[in-house]
């Protein structure tokens, strides 16, 4: 039977991460509620090893069996999204829509591992060698990948580029 101070040191770290994960899932999957049953699933895990994982690193531990199980996800229900126009009529009229709103609908079109690695990295500010052990996926897979991701997001985003250059 568990303590009410492992219930309680369960519920203080869920409490102080839990937005800042369910962000991280958000820019993995693009959709707010597969966002949440991703974060949730995770601290049903987490929950269930709590009392092994309490004393290193639980949040490590999260991270790594959201974005694996992100991973699963698309690899089982991968589909596309059929678009009402395509995407050159849609990027024509964004000039009044928020940079932010721009930028994740330009990370919701890379492919799944080039935008976990891309939310890895320079979201949730993590290694290269962190982001590969998380993924399961060498150090080498990590840079192309976000190399790949980087130069797909300029040509997704060339609106972008420009407000940087006008500050």
């Known amino acids: 039977m568990r ?10 770290f869920v409490q102080a991460r ?16 597969l966002a949440e049953d991703l974060l949730q699933g995770a601290l049903v895990k987490l929950a ?4 092994r994982v309490r004393e290193g690193d639980p949040e ?10 992100a991973v699963s996800w698309w ?12 995407p050159e009529t849609e990027a024509a009229g964004r000039e009044d ?9 330009a990370l919701r079109r890379l492919p799944p591992r080039q935008r976990a690695v891309l939310v890895l990295r320079y979201f949730d500010d993590l290694t290269e060698a962190r982001t590969a052990e998380i993924l399961g996926v060498t150090v080498g897979t990590v840079k192309s990948q976000a190399s790949a991701g980087l130069r797909k997001l300029r040509e997704l985003m060339p609106e972008i580029g420009e407000m940087a250059e006008r500050g």
Not at 18 to 28: G, I
Not at 48 to 51: A, D, G, H, P, V
Not at 60 to 69: E, G, I, N
Not at 97 to 105: I, Y
């Open 75 to 86: 690899r089982r229900f991968h589909r596309e999204t059929p678009r009402g126009s395509p």
């Open 3 to 12: 303590s009410e101070s492992v219930d309680s040191d369960f519920a203080a």
């Open 97 to 105: 829509v928020p940079s932010r709103l721009v930028f994740a609908d």
């Open 60 to 69: 490590a531990f999260l991270r790594t069996v959201m974005y694996r199980d």
């Open 18 to 33: 839990q937005h800042r994960l369910l962000r991280s899932a958000f820019l993995v999957c693009g959709d707010h509620h």
């Open 48 to 51: 269930l090893r709590w009392e």
